[in-house]
């Protein structure tokens, strides 16, 4: 039984999983979860995953969650370039500190968008317009440390080769351009990075991980994103809940 | 005109005049350290060194640095403990800012490398000082555990315990006594700090959310990373334990016990602190459990601003 990758595409860490493992050629198997299909807490996954979390990485008997932990494992297993996460003392203890600050401060703030837009009004909610105010100047604060303290003068955000932090930034950040909120635009520097990372990735490659998110506005506009089923109603407004 | 001798040098081990160099102004060129070899230890090592020594900015009040604290003592790691007072709101002077510009602690200065989170700083410092490999075991299993419990506890541990801190209801006497927000008797006015700083009283349904969310994660560290092991990777303490550990210890900053609800927890908790020995468990928390005497009006104006600002993530 080989490597088998629980994963939405809806979702950022999904994202920078698969495409970490597809560019460094792992083979792995992957097992579509569609979290808002109903698909995510079914009792199968539950049992695979008692976290209810995605992504979800099942190598044999042996279950672990959390992207930064799935990434730095396939790195080390598969024994990717050093650059992915450096062997280096401090090269690595950047790509740490990188991730310890995306943890506080990247996730839960730019997946924000999607949930005011798209996520919430699928079951009816309506997220404050205060809300929705607050969260755009945690965004604003959050890439301003990323270009000042992370990229700086580097070329990448922990060093002058692409890392594991590259790739979790970089997906955090596309969920809201993929519901219109253009945070490239009036910061060159962040461009100019975006572009040296997705060339490093490749177009194809992007292209094929981010179908779903880049559709999803215009699913959502045409009314043909699925309602999601009742039992994760619970779920969705708990996170809702917690944006604050 | 007299020669002069140069002051002893750098190392304060004396010169010595090298053969055929005369006198006069150019004779200090002549001479070179005399060299002692025996006498480095006493005193030109830690003369050296002291420019040299790991530095550690900390306000044991964080549980972030309390475990940077604990794992760089417990490994008898030496460095130079640079006091940055939350309370009084040094982090956010010129001369931090100019260590870590986000104002956060810990932060780690060993010679021109900077390093700020405390996760990194841990993994930095097991590497760079070989500590025993228990704290971040090399099996790839174990090792990805770890990591797993350190990407989950950001959000899972330590945001809901830093939140209780600031939002908590205190009911019931300082023993250590569950609380129980729907008892009647009020908290007492000194121990919430949410409305002590900023005149603002949390909503109830506010604090009951957050102590069902401790509640519920505490419930999920049991099941997913401690089950029935005696660690979180097994039979040795490891820095999941300690970071574990600390977090769940920062609402004892306002008296509020989340070791209560489960046995399996409870004992967990005795062996971390037993691991880690007691006397630096305590003394590494003494300034927490202090805090419930903290006067809240020497808090600097310009801090109980920013606090403001930061606490409405709370909201």
């Keep these: 039984m080989g490597l088998e990758l629980y994963l939405d595409m809806l979702s950022q860490p999904c994202r920078a999983v698969s495409i970490f493992a597809k560019k460094n050629g792992i083979p792995f198997k992957l097992c579509t979860t569609e979290v808002f299909k109903g698909q995510h807490p079914s009792k199968e996954f539950f049992q695979i995953n008692s976290l209810r979390r995605v992504p979800t990485l099942k190598d044999g008997d042996f279950i672990l969650t959390e992207s930064s932990a799935i990434l730095i494992y396939l790195s080390s297993k598969y024994q990717t370039a050093d650059h992915w996460y450096p062997s280096d003392l401090r090269a690595r203890a950047r790509v740490h500190e990188y991730l310890g600050w995306h943890a506080d401060c990247i996730r839960g703030t730019f997946g924000v968008p999607l949930w005011t837009q798209v996520m919430a009004p699928l ?59 253009d945070l490239f635009e009036g910061r060159p520097r962040l461009a100019a990075w975006r572009e040296r990372v997705e060339a490093f990735l490749g177009s194809d490659l992007l292209q094929e991980t981010r179908g779903p998110i880049l559709n999803i506005l215009e699913q959502a506009v045409n009314k043909k994103v699925p309602t999601p089923p009742p039992e994760v109603h619970p779920c969705m407004l708990l996170r809702i809940s917690r944006i604050p | 005109m007299k020669q002069e001798v140069p002051e002893r040098g750098v190392l304060g081990l004396g010169w010595r005049r090298l053969k055929g160099t005369g006198s006069g102004p150019r004779a200090q060129a002549a001479y070179r350290p005399r060299f002692r070899a025996w006498r480095l230890w006493l005193v030109g090592v830690p003369n050296v060194c002291l420019k040299m020594v790991l530095e550690l900015y900390l306000d ?137 700083i900023t005149g603002e009283e949390v909503p109830a349904e506010k604090t009951e959310q957050t102590l069902l969310e401790v509640k519920n994660n505490m419930q999920l560290f049991e099941e997913k990373f401690l089950q029935d092991k005696m660690f979180i990777t097994g039979d040795h303490i490891s820095l999941a334990d300690l970071v574990a550990l600390v977090e769940m210890m920062q609402p004892m900053g306002s008296k509020y016990n989340v070791f209560l609800n489960s046995s399996r927890i409870a004992e967990w908790r005795m062996r971390v602190e037993l691991a880690i020995g007691s006397g630096l468990f305590w003394e590494a928390h003494d300034r927490l459990m202090k805090l419930a005497e903290w006067d809240c009006s020497t808090l600097d104006p310009m801090v109980k601003e920013k606090i403001c600002k930061l606490l409405q993530k709370f909201r």
């Design chain 2, 60 to 196: 044991l009040l964080s549980a972030s640095c309390r475990a940077v604290y604990i794992f760089a003592r417990k490994n008898s790691i030496p460095f130079d403990f640079q006091f940055v007072d939350l309370l009084k709101g040094h982090h956010h002077s010129k001369e931090y800012i100019e260590i870590n510009p986000m104002k956060k602690l810990p932060s780690l200065k060993d010679g021109k490398f900077i390093l700020s989170e405390s996760v990194a700083i841990l993994f930095y410092l097991c590497r760079k000082y070989s500590t025993p490999s228990h704290w971040y075991p090399p099996d790839l299993h174990t090792r990805a555990r770890v990591d797993e419990f350190m990407a989950w506890q950001h959000t899972a541990i330590q945001l809901p315990m830093s939140k209780i801190l600031w939002v908590k209801l205190k009911t019931g006497g300082s023993d250590g006594t569950r609380v129980q927000p729907s008892l009647p008797s009020p908290p007492h006015p000194g121990q919430m700090l949410i409305p002590m």
């Design chain 1, 123 to 181: 079951i009816g909610v309506h997220v404050p317009e205060e809300k929705v105010q607050r969260n755009k100047t945690f965004m604003d604060l959050a890439l301003q440390q990323l270009e000042e303290k992370f990229l700086g003068d580097r070329a990448f955000v922990a060093g002058q080769q692409v890392s594991l932090a590259d790739l979790m930034a970089l997906e955090e950040l596309l969920q809201p351009v993929a519901v219109g909120c």
